[in-house]
């Protein structure tokens, strides 16, 4: 399958645990995004990459997230110190990122954190 | 991004097409309309997008009506598996094209 992957599916923790998440797009995808999604609303864009550079924070992300995609590849996003509030599905998705099919996005499955 | 505007659930017989709206009467002109639907417990998966034609494509037809203030997904011959959440996106193609997803409409096909 050469889909968008994600790894955990499912993550239980408990409250002031560090946790991480890990993306692995298209190969020849540049373009790496995450989004929050809690029950009932839409998905919340996060971040951005451009190949390796993060291009856009979003105000929802903060200091305790900490997202990476160190070789333009795969991507990483951490959540230290976890909160009740911190519990949610966690989508990545990536895209070529140029021409008239820039806006077509491909999701993985998402990983669900569920914080105690 | 102009916002949109759709209803929260519609309910569709099986075979029958299936006809979502979407208001986004605030589009500027470098801006596309994009459609998106998300199965239970599955990531968003793209459907269709448009500027100013309309398109058509394997899954589905965007009308984008000639003013640009509004738009129809039409699903021809709705089966239960088209049962999902839509999102009607606009967005330009500048920007890092992350997409601003709104609430949705609920579909229901139903026998």
């Known amino acids: 399958d050469t889909g968008v992957s994600q790894d955990p599916r499912h993550k239980i923790t408990k409250r002031g645990q560090n946790v991480t998440f890990r993306c692995d797009p298209i190969s020849e995808h540049n373009r790496l995004y995450w989004y929050r999604q809690t029950l009932g609303q839409g998905p919340e864009f996060l971040t951005y990459f451009q190949n390796e550079a993060q291009l856009e924070k979003s105000r929802l992300l903060s200091d305790r997230f900490s997202a990476e995609r160190p070789k333009g590849s795969f991507s990483t996003l951490e959540i230290q110190r976890t909160e009740q509030g911190d519990s949610a599905m966690y989508l990545c998705?990536?895209?070529?990122?140029?021409?008239?099919?820039?806006?077509?996005?491909?999701f993985g499955e998402g990983s669900r954190l569920t914080v105690l | 991004d102009a916002k949109t505007t759709q209803p929260p659930s519609m309910d569709c017989a099986e075979g029958r097409a299936a006809n979502l709206p979407c208001n986004h009467s605030t589009i500027s002109g470098n801006e596309y309309v994009y459609w998106y639907r998300q199965i239970h417990s599955q990531g968003p998966q793209y459907i269709i997008h448009?500027?100013?034609n309309n398109e058509t494509n394997e899954m589905a037809s965007l009308i984008i009506t000639e003013d640009r203030k509004s738009s129809t997904l039409i699903l021809p011959h709705a089966t239960l598996r088209d049962t999902a959440v839509y999102y009607c996106?606009?967005?330009?193609?500048?920007?890092?094209?992350?997409?601003?997803f709104g609430t949705g409409t609920q579909l229901k096909v139903e026998l």
């Open positions: 998705a990536s895209s070529l990122g140029q021409g008239a099919r820039a806006g077509e996005l491909f």
């Open positions: 448009g500027l100013k």
């Open positions: 996106i606009v967005t330009h193609t500048g920007g890092g094209n992350k997409l601003t």
